[in-house]
């Protein structure tokens, strides 16, 4: 049997990744619910031709770039928030480590 592959720590910015996480959500929701609401409310604005597609499939597209979008602005502030408010975190190991050797 072998040990786990990787040490894991303290997560000190999982709060602010939770509402950064819900407010994505949030936004991404209202946008969905959008596209909903028109296929009901106005079917005719949906077929309105804009080159070779109409707006349905532009709008469904615009969704997913959307999401994409989200999920690499979501993991670039995570990950940001993460080398700064683990920091000290990884400065303490560091110093644990040093005083281990000297001794």
């Known amino acids: 049997m072998h040990g786990p592959s990787s040490e894991w720590k303290k997560d000190n910015a ?3 990744k939770v ?3 819900k407010w994505f959500f949030i936004l ?3 946008v969905y619910a959008g596209f909903i609401l028109i296929n009901v409310a106005s079917p005719k604005f949906m077929s309105i031709d804009i080159g070779s597609l ?3 499939i532009i709008y ?3 969704l997913i770039l959307f999401a994409i979008l989200l999920a690499f ?3 670039h502030i995570s990950t940001h928030a993460e080398s700064v408010m683990n920091q000290e975190q990884e400065d303490d190991m560091k ?3 040093k005083d281990g050797d000297e001794a």
């Open 54 to 56: 109409n707006m349905a």
């Open 28 to 30: 991404y929701a209202i």
């Open 60 to 62: 469904g597209f615009g």
């Open 73 to 75: 602005a979501y993991n």
């Open 14 to 16: 999982i709060s602010l």
């Open 19 to 21: 509402i950064i996480g």
């Open 95 to 97: 110093t644990e480590r």
